[in-house]
T-cell receptor, first 113, second 111 residues
Framework: DAGVIQSPRHEVTEMGQEVTLRCKPISGHNSLFWYRQTMMRGLELLIYFNNNVPIDDSGMPEDRFSAKMPNASFSTLKIQPSEPRDSAVYFC???????????FGSGTQLSVL | GENVEQHPSTLSVQEGDSAVIKCTYSDSASNYFPWYKQELGKRPQLIIDIRSNVGEKKDQRIAVTLNKTAKHFSLHITETQPEDSAVYFCAASRDNNDMRFGAGTRLTVKP
């Protein structure tokens, strides 16, 4: 099993540009999570999906952030327009079912200049 | 939503000593409490977890205790080794799958 796969590993962009982060969960997992990690705020839950349905997006910072899960094997997190304060590591994680251990991807290091 | 607080933010111990990290949670409906270890530049990985129907769980040098009444749980690492140095995160979750993390504890084990 390849684990949770995120792309890109690193993204450097300029303020105002659109950024799209991608995630492929572990096959057969029913839940998918997006977290943002910074030194100041730690691991923040942005949004999570159960069976491809968004359950709680109250952690999404602003309307500039959006996430989709069109099928069980793919999810995207989009930031449009990006701002320097969005710079962080974004982790995707999946779990086999509800209330179970999370398997994290390697993360995307985003730098917005 | 759930609010998880974690203390201390940094912890330094001598090799061979024990380390204890404590977390409190706010939502009495939370029933799953995992602990993750994150080494520098790596992804968080689960090291131990406990459910609300259990008061204590042990795995070799690592143990977790849960006090449901007080809504707090703790991670205990005995006989610490330099390779235990990392950031440790506690988390709490309920049946709706809303998994929230504490702010993390940076553990340094000095040889």
């Amino acid at each position: 099993d390849a684990g949770v796969i995120q792309s890109p590993r690193h993204e450097v962009t300029e303020m105002g540009q659109e950024v799209t982060l991608r995630c492929k969960p572990i096959s057969g997992h029913n839940s998918l999570f997006w977290y943002r990690q910074t030194m100041m705020r730690g691991l923040e839950l942005l949004i999570y999906f159960n069976n491809n349905v968004p359950i709680d997006d109250s952690g999404m910072p602003e309307d500039r952030f959006s996430a989709k899960m069109p099928n069980a094997s793919f999810s995207t997190l989009k930031i449009q327009p990006s701002e320097p304060r969005d710079s962080a590591v974004y982790f995707c994680a999946s779990s086999p079912t509800y209330n179970e251990k999370l398997f994290f991807g390697s993360g995307t290091q985003l730098s917005v200049l | 939503g759930e609010n998880v607080e974690q203390h201390p933010s940094t912890l330094s111990v001598q090799e061979g000593d024990s380390a204890v990290i404590k977390c409190t949670y706010s939502d009495s409906a939370s029933n799953y409490f995992p602990w993750y270890k994150q080494e520098l530049g790596k992804r968080p990985q689960l090291i131990i977890d406990i459910r609300s129907n259990v008061g204590e769980k042990k795995d070799q040098r690592i143990a977790v205790t849960l006090n449901k009444t007080a809504k707090h749980f703790s991670l205990h690492i005995t006989e610490t080794q330099p390779e235990d140095s990392a950031v440790y995160f506690c988390a709490a979750s309920r049946d709706n799958n809303d998994m929230r993390f504490g702010a993390g504890t940076r553990l340094t084990v000095k040889p």
